[in-house]
């Protein structure tokens, strides 16, 4: 079965510092890969995926992932955070499993921005 | 409807009373799953339908927990004599069709169920 580890539970940034949350993965083979954020009291919203090609994928609100298969990771990263930042980040794997695609996530990191 | 929705926001209820939770997916979703997130947590998977028909139940714990998708749109996760373990963000999520591939999920902004 997949699984997904996200090594930092809280990660404390200054406003307009760069910024890199970590997530590895366990899948046998090649895994479909999410970042997903949520703001207190709030559903996930999708902030990128990695299906196939390109490593380096971008996606809203500035924020870019790489995918590392040697590394089983896929950190996603931004140049310049913004107080709006502030926010639970979580990465996740979908895979097939037992026929069905579930997708699992990791605990999360919690994102502190200090102005 | 333009994204998911959920209701109620906010259920407190007391321990042993049943609850009812709703998920109204994206107009044309195939697949739904049921999702729940305790506090510090990331979302841990309990049901996914394609369709009316639950296509894996593995997540939901079986003597409490139940779910239904009986036309193929909306469902609802009941959960019976409730406990302070059961309290928890409940999310519902949907996407275009089941399988890996370009289908992704969309989420609703959950359901937080408070058991005293």
């Known amino acids: 079965a997949q699984s997904v580890t996200q090594p930092d539970i809280h990660i404390t940034v200054s406003e307009g510092a760069s910024l890199e949350l970590r997530c590895n993965y366990s899948?046998?083979?090649?895994?479909?890969l999410f970042w997903y954020v949520q703001s207190p009291g709030q559903g996930l919203q999708l902030l990128l995926k990695y299906f196939s090609g390109d490593t380096l994928v971008q996606g809203i609100k500035g924020f870019e992932a790489e995918f590392k298969r040697s590394q089983s990771s896929f950190n996603l990263r931004k140049p310049s955070v913004h107080w709006s930042d502030a926010a639970e980040y979580f990465c996740a794997v979908g895979a097939m499993t037992g026929g069905s695609y579930i997708p699992t996530f990791g605990r999360g990191t919690s994102l502190i921005v200090h102005p | 409807g333009a994204g998911v929705s959920q209701t109620p926001s906010n259920k407190v209820t007391e321990k042993g009373k049943d609850v009812e939770l709703r998920c109204d997916p994206i107009s044309g979703h195939t697949a739904l799953y049921w999702y729940r997130q305790s506090l510090g947590q990331g979302p841990e998977f309990l049901i996914y339908f394609q369709g009316t028909g639950a296509a894996d139940d593995s997540g939901l714990p079986k003597d409490r927990f139940f779910a239904v998708r009986p036309e193929g749109s909306v469902s609802t996760l009941k959960i019976q004599r409730t406990e302070q373990g059961d309290s928890a963000m409940y999310l519902c999520?949907?996407?275009?069709?089941?399988?890996?591939?370009?289908?992704?999920?969309?989420f609703g902004a959950g359901s937080r169920l408070t058991v005293l």
């Open positions: 999520a949907s996407s275009l069709q089941g399988g890996p591939g370009a289908n992704v999920l969309t």
């Open positions: 899948y046998g083979a090649t895994p479909y």
